[in-house]
């Protein structure tokens, strides 16, 4: 597995990037498209959510993380 890439959207107006591995970056695309939205505002969503402090790529992960537990049944 190749490491993190950057990654360029625009959200809320402004362009913002992210590094993240193709393996979460599929999940994302496949969470964005069941939902019926664009990859670009689900960032958006994950971004207006994360606490303070927190980085956007890692909020990401953990955004797919959750999804993937929910999904599974695992969900704490």
Do not use: C, W, Y
Request: proline share 4%.
């Amino acid at each position: 597995m190749t490491g993190p890439k950057k990654r360029s959207v625009a959200i809320r107006g402004h362009r913002t990037s992210f590094s993240i591995e193709e393996p979460f970056l599929t999940e994302l695309e496949r969470l964005a498209r069941a939902r019926g939205i664009t990859l670009a505002a689900l960032v958006a969503e994950v971004d207006g959510a994360r606490p303070q402090g927190t980085n956007l790529s890692s909020a990401l992960r953990l955004h797919v993380l959750e999804a993937i537990k929910r999904e599974s049944g695992r969900a704490e």
